[in-house]
């Protein structure tokens, strides 16, 4: 939408462009997955009162019932378990044979119903392996099996033998997200830090590589994929060196 609006207000010239099939993936990849899952049915979740996951989620929502599929919503904290039952269920005692959760692996598991996670038939977007993936603890270990790759930064544990943090070097927890309880100290001795409520966690050390900037802000691309292909982009800047939840979203352009 913007990038129309942009070319309709002479802000940018006709055949200007972006690099963004985001929505055509994901209709695409909803239809395929809706010939694989029971009644073309796909439940979408995320928790009570967090206005901007809920807009995620309605999103999606809406991506999927134009791939075709039906599309329910039920609040995390509603979803219920039946003694002996091979699935969750809604709050009709459904099955919900398939879900989308905006909900973090590791804190699924560790609520009261996570133990039965593994004894249930029920189809997870996404599924429970991307909990590695989201772990920040992976970086050590792609360090050590794959050192100096050209796209890998050194990485390695803390423990309780490990110095204070170092010039160059940032702190982050494992489980940590959009920046909080990250810590780092430039190769100049600057520091900067960001609190929240991941205090509890194990760590990880990550040597510290500057973004680029652009006058007062410091960019970061984040990059979608969908169907196992690239599809598009967003950027985000800060004026800090550190990505927060409350960053800018920049659009782009290719003219």
Same mark, same amino acid.
């Given at each position: 939408?913007?990038?129309? /609006?942009?070319?309709?207000?002479g %802000?940018l ?5 972006q690099?963004?099939?985001?929505q055509?993936?994901? =209709? ?8 694989r899952?029971?009644?073309?049915t796909?439940?979408? &979740? !995320? ?9 995620? @989620?309605?999103?999606? /929502?809406? @991506?999927?019932?134009? #791939? ?6 039920i +609040?995390?904290?509603? %979803?219920?378990l ?6 969750? @269920?809604?709050?009709?005692? /459904?099955?919900?044979?398939?879900? *989308?959760?905006?909900y ?15 004894q ?5 977007f ?6 590695v ?25 803390e423990?309780?033998? $490990? ?5 160059g070097?940032?702190?982050?927890p *494992? *489980? &940590?997200?959009?920046? $909080?309880?990250?810590?780092? %100290?430039?190769?100049?001795? /600057? ?15 990550? #040597? +510290?590589?500057?973004?680029?900037r ?6 970061l %691309?984040g &990059? ?5 292909r690239a599809c ?13 939840? $409350? &960053? !800018? *979203? @920049?659009?782009?352009a =290719?003219?």
């Open positions: 939408m913007w990038l129309e /609006q942009a070319i309709a207000q %802000i010239p006709r055949h200007a462009d690099y963004n099939s985001i055509e993936r994901l =209709i695409n990849a909803m239809a395929h997955l809706g010939d899952i029971d009644a073309r796909l439940y979408f &979740s !995320c928790i009570k009162d967090n206005a901007e996951e809920r807009a995620t @989620v309605h999103y999606l /929502q809406d @991506v999927a019932v134009q #791939a075709g599929l039906k599309a329910p919503f +609040y995390t904290e509603d %979803i219920g039946l003694p002996g039952a091979e699935h969750f @269920v809604d709050l009709d005692n /459904q099955p919900i044979h398939a879900l *989308f959760k905006l973090p692996w590791e804190e699924m598991a560790d609520d009261a119903f996570g133990e039965h996670i593994p249930l038939n029920t189809h997870w996404e599924p429970p392996w991307k909990a993936l989201s772990n920040k603890g992976i970086l050590p270990l792609l360090w050590e099996h794959f050192e100096g790759h050209p796209n890998l930064l050194p990485a390695f544990f423990t309780a033998d $490990s110095p204070p943090l170092p010039a070097w940032v702190r982050k *494992f *489980f &940590s997200r959009e920046g $909080s309880n990250v810590e780092l %100290i430039t190769p100049t001795g /600057q520091r900067e830090a960001v609190g929240g409520p991941y205090t509890d966690s194990p760590w990880i050390r990550q #040597a +510290y590589h500057p973004m680029p652009f006058g007062n802000n410091h960019a %691309i &990059s979608w994929v969908v169907g196992d598009g982009m967003g950027i985000r800047e800060d004026v800090g060196r550190i990505t927060k939840d $409350s &960053s !800018c *979203f @920049v659009p782009h =290719i003219v």
